[in-house]
């Protein structure tokens, strides 16, 4: 059975600061996906990892998959209070018809004044 | 461009009453489908997906069932709710043989009393 964890699951920290969140999965995948959940709210896409050594960066959000190691990592930098949302990451093990996520169990992420 | 909607949005139901929550997806054809819960506070859990009309698979054993009568319609019921049902329930899309990445509509959140 893949697990997908996730750590820290909650994260507290300062306007500016810079942090990195981490996904381990137990078993062989190249398909790596991370999302934004707001409170009362749906899941956003944020990024869509494929291969090993992938990088992806949106704003002050920057995503890498070393499959290897079975490891991505979501580095935020310079953090703002708009990123205070949970994020989940997601391991497809299979490149089959369907999607068949298996989500972790989600980093929320607070960020103060 | 693709658009998903669920509903209704919010349902307070009854113990073992029915229950029948609705997705469907504009802008495209053939997508595949999926039904996740979201437990309170818990990450997400691959409930149904299906590939086309009146093709449904199950990820785990429990008191849902779900359809697809047209093919870009996704209906997730139940014939008596328990307790146990309640969460957060998101309908999904994604196009065939792409990237894998999923898209979420607004979710259904279902409280049993």
């Known amino acids: 059975e893949l697990k997908v964890e996730q750590n820290p699951l909650f994260l507290s920290m300062q306007e500016g600061k810079n942090y990195t969140i981490y996904c381990n999965y137990s078993?062989?995948?190249?398909?790596l996906y991370w999302y934004r959940q707001d409170p009362g709210k749906s899941l956003e896409s944020l990024f869509v990892?494929?291969?090993?050594?992938a990088v992806k960066q949106e704003g002050r959000l920057m995503a890498s998959l070393d499959t290897k190691a079975r490891l991505s990592t979501l580095h935020i930098t310079a953090a703002v209070h708009d990123l205070s949302a949970t994020y989940f990451c997601?391991?497809?093990?299979?490149?089959?018809?369907?999607?068949?996520?298996?989500f972790g169990t989600g980093t929320r992420l607070q960020v103060t004044l | 461009s693709q658009t998903i909607h669920q509903w209704p949005a919010t349902l307070v139901q009854p113990v073992g009453s029915p229950l029948s929550l609705e997705c469907t997806v504009e802008?495209?054809?053939?997508?595949?489908l999926y039904w996740y819960r979201q437990a309170a506070g818990r990450g997400l859990q691959l409930l149904f997906y299906?590939?086309?009309?009146?093709?449904i698979s199950s990820e785990v054993p429990q008191n849902l069932s779900a359809s697809r009568p047209q093919d870009r319609q996704f209906i997730l019921s139940s014939k008596k709710l328990l307790l146990s049902d309640s969460g957060f329930y998101l309908c999904?899309?994604?196009?065939?043989?792409?990237?894998?990445?999923?898209?979420f509509g607004e979710g259904s959140r279902l409280t049993v009393l």
């Open positions: 078993t062989t995948s190249d398909r």
């Open positions: 299906s590939v086309g009309i009146g093709q």
């Open positions: 997601a391991v497809d093990p299979i490149a089959g018809t369907a999607s068949k996520l298996t």
């Open positions: 999904a899309w994604s196009p065939r043989k792409n990237t894998g990445e999923l898209f």
């Open positions: 990892l494929l291969s090993n050594g």
């Open positions: 802008g495209t054809s053939n997508p595949n």
